[in-house]
T-cell receptor, first 112, second 115 residues
Framework: SQQGEEDPQALSIQEGENATMNCSYK?????LQWYRQNSGRGLVHLIL?????REKHSGRLRVTLDTSKKSSSLLITASRAADTASYFC????????????FGSGTRLLVRP | EAGVTQFPSHSVIEKGQTVTLRCDPI?????LYWYRRVMGKEIKFLLH????????ESGMPNNRFLAERTGGTYSTLKVQPAELEDSGVYFC?????????????FGPGTRLLVL
């Protein structure tokens, strides 16, 4: 099974609404990162939350981390059509390379 | 400052042929990672360089894949001979230092299709 699992797999909302995506993981982590991928493009780093942090904000993004439940959530407030993309959480396990372990992603569609 | 760049953006080859992908990390970034996403599956780690040395190549699928980073700058990933299951998107990422809270910056990816 995967280190990072996103939920839901797909989400469709109206412009202006909030979108919440969840991520669960299994092992101890150093940090958790959220990335966005627009169709056919690369991964854009959105936000990093350290294992000793519980909440972090960046613009319209709010990320929470609950290490006791091994879960994180990404909230996008006042969504825009341009937010339509796939969103991935990634954790780096505590090994020598800090490689990222990705979940399968949530596909977000924001309808204008 | 330029981001991570990858070349080519797309590659279509026939089974049995050779393809070489290139990644130029952000200038000054010692850490360079390769990941790939095959159709319908998760993005998975392939290997990690620190400067010119392979730090971790535990994700390399088999010996048809060869990665190099001569001089510790750009990196190449060669697939020889390519198989159908190698089709997917190959991402490169770089980070400045090796630490637990260091952001990895990704390139746009190379889309490989093996026919």
């Amino acid at each position: 099974s995967q280190q990072g699992e996103e939920d839901p797999q797909a989400l469709s909302i109206q412009e202006g609404e909030n979108a919440t995506m969840n991520c669960s993981y299994k092992t101890s982590i150093n940090n958790l990162q959220w990335y966005r991928q627009n169709s056919g493009r690369g991964l854009v780093h959105l936000i990093l939350i350290r294992s000793n942090e519980r909440e972090k904000h960046s613009g319209r993004l709010r990320v929470t981390l609950d290490t006791s439940k091994k879960s994180s959530s990404l909230l996008i407030t006042a969504s825009r059509a341009a937010d339509t993309a796939s969103y991935f959480c990634a954790t780096d396990i505590q090994d020598s390379s800090y490689k990222l372990i990705f979940g399968s992603g949530t596909r977000l569609l924001v309808r204008p | 400052e330029a981001g991570v760049t990858q070349f080519p953006s797309h590659s279509v080859i026939e089974k049995g042929q050779t393809v070489t992908l290139r990644c130029d990390p952000i200038s000054g970034h010692d850490n360079l990672y390769w990941y790939r996403r095959v159709m319908g599956k998760e993005i998975k780690f392939l290997l990690h360089f620190v400067k010119e040395s392979k730090q971790d190549e535990s994700g390399m699928p088999n010996n048809r894949f060869l990665a190099e980073r001569t001089g510790g700058t750009y990196s190449t990933l060669k697939v020889q001979p390519a198989e159908l299951e190698d089709s997917g998107v190959y991402f490169c990422a770089s980070s400045l230092i090796l630490a637990g809270s260091e952001t990895q910056y990704f390139g746009p990816g190379t889309r490989l299709l093996v026919l």
